[in-house]
């Protein structure tokens, strides 16, 4: 992703529709919940553009992402102990996402996975909702960037020098 902007205390990430993401796969299947099993990072483009405010230690991040050009919708991925390593954030994903649609339709994405994760000690799950329920007393959502766009010169971001390096 390309640092956009600072906001508020968010680091503000852009990636373009198409843009390479690597997806940890084991065994020809993309892993969901880890687990003892080898697995490996495998390139897959992806099929939004999305920015991403990010803020160190903040319990969750917001995505706005688009298809085709068009605003599709704002995306909550909560996670914890993010940090910024110079090179990228480091961060544990919650497995739960929240997605609002652009027309206002929200959804829970993932459930599944959070209840799993918990299951497996992971995670706490009633802390994960916990957070849940202060995003939709609060939402961070419209932001005012819905109709932002990217300078048409910017390449597609690269992965910097360092982003593999573990516990930086």
């Known amino acids: 992703m390309r640092r956009v902007a600072e906001v508020d205390g968010a680091t503000v990430l852009w990636h373009p529709q198409g843009a390479l993401v690597k997806r940890p796969f084991a065994d020809g299947r993309e892993l969901r919940i880890p687990g003892d099993e080898a697995w490996q990072l495998v390139d897959r483009p992806s099929t939004t553009a999305a920015i991403a405010f990010a803020r160190p230690g903040a319990r969750h991040s917001l995505w706005l992402m688009w298809r085709d050009g068009v605003f599709s919708q704002w995306y909550v991925n909560f996670e914890r102990g993010s940090r910024w390593r110079g090179a990228c954030f480091d961060l544990v994903d919650e497995k ?45 959502w419209p932001t005012g960037w819905e109709n932002w766009s990217p300078d048409p010169s910017w390449p597609a971001p690269a992965l910097p020098d360092g982003w593999d390096v573990v516990g930086g």
């Open 96 to 140: 739960l996402d929240l997605v609002v649609d652009a027309d206002g339709t929200i959804r829970l994405k993932d459930e599944d996975e959070l209840v799993e994760a918990a299951r497996r000690g992971y995670l706490d799950e009633a802390d994960v909702r916990a957070e849940l329920e202060r995003v939709l007393a609060d939402p961070p």
